[in-house]
């Protein structure tokens, strides 16, 4: 239980289901906090059930993570639920999934803040649609690029200035 006190932030992959064929998928995983494909699904009970034995630990942040993270199940029910935690919680998803998902962006706690992923070649109008969909629900949130060149480096950058973006790495 001790161990238990060092642990400061959590990874916690919901589900892996996702109908995008990107490029990176698979590639980074291992590098840095993104999305995921599997054939698994964290059941929510399992879930409440870790995040009540983590409720006094020194735990600050939970990221959710996926494949899609809007095609769980229970989505409504995580919602819920991680509203009701006192850990900071990040969501991560690939910036398409929030075209294709607008009414589950409202369930999303507004204290939490999402993470967007863009992979290493995107089309800046489905970016920016996706955005407006997230500040439309006064959204947290933070762009997450995957950079394979400098090209890709120079579409990031000038996107992020083109429409003011504070958060982004």
Do not use: M
């Not at 291992?30 to 999305?35: A, D, F, I, S, W």
């Not at 059941?43 to 095609?71: A, E, M, P």
């Not at 990040?90 to 204290?111: C, R």
């Amino acid at each position: 239980q001790k161990l238990l006190t060092y642990l400061h932030e959590l990874n916690i992959f919901i589900t892996g289901i996702c109908a995008r064929d990107c490029n990176s998928c698979q590639k980074y995983d291992k590098q840095v906090t993104t999305c995921i494909k599997s054939s698994t699904e964290l059941n929510i009970l399992v879930l409440k059930k870790l995040l009540h034995n983590i409720r006094s630990t020194g735990l600050y942040r939970i990221n959710i993570l996926g494949g899609d993270i809007f095609s769980y199940t229970q989505w409504k029910e995580l919602c819920i639920l991680i509203n009701d935690f006192p850990f900071q919680t990040k969501l991560y998803n690939h910036f398409q999934n929030i075209l294709h998902n607008p009414p589950k962006i409202k369930d999303i706690p507004g204290d939490s803040t999402f993470c967007v992923i863009i992979p290493d070649s995107f089309s800046k109008e489905e970016l920016a649609d996706s955005l407006k969909l997230l500040k439309r629900y006064n959204l947290n949130f933070e762009l997450i690029f995957y950079i394979a060149s400098s090209l890709h480096y120079s579409d990031a950058e000038s996107f992020c200035k083109e429409k003011s973006i504070e958060y982004y790495s």
